[in-house]
């Protein structure tokens, strides 16, 4: 008997973690959102509040810190500039809840200079980690083309509605 509630009590330890992780992945992946969906209503000082101070963002090359990659970024809050959304198809937290990573695609919509609309598709990934005021903050992020036309699942993950 006493084997048994052993037992019990450790299976309950487990889920109790694995709970305490999923509830840490769906804040993670909220405050992703919140991350796009500030750059899609176009607010930089909301965009610049889910940057981390020592931030890096790579592309073609290194950016370093909120000033840099808001100044770099500011293409997409100005009018009539390309729009920018993305969502987050994984999201994975370390154990000590201290860290994560947000992995998923994004879309750019532009105009050519013929004026027709164009969109160009990709995939981010995002190093999210917990700040002293208990915030999550992206610490690392970076993109890549995507090498094909999305399937219909990756169209429809930026068109579901959120849950946040």
Sequence with gaps: MKMMVKILLSVL????????????????RCREIGFSHSAEVRDIQAFRSFIDADARFVS?????????IAEAWAVFFTEPGPT??????????????TLALSRGPFRVVSQDTDGNVVEN???F??????????QWRVVFDA?????????DQTKALLDADDDC
């Design 143 to 151: 993109g890549n083309p995507a090498a094909s036309a999305p399937d």
């Design 84 to 97: 920018i959304k993305w969502r987050p198809e994984v999201v994975e937290v370390l154990e000590n809840g």
């Design 60 to 68: 073609n090359e290194v950016l370093r810190g909120v000033d840099a």
């Design 121 to 123: 598709w990709g995939t």
């Design 13 to 28: 330890v487990c889920l109790a973690a694995n709970a305490a992780l999923a509830d840490l992945a769906h804040n993670v």
């Design 125 to 134: 990934n995002s190093i999210w980690r917990v700040n002293d005021d208990g």
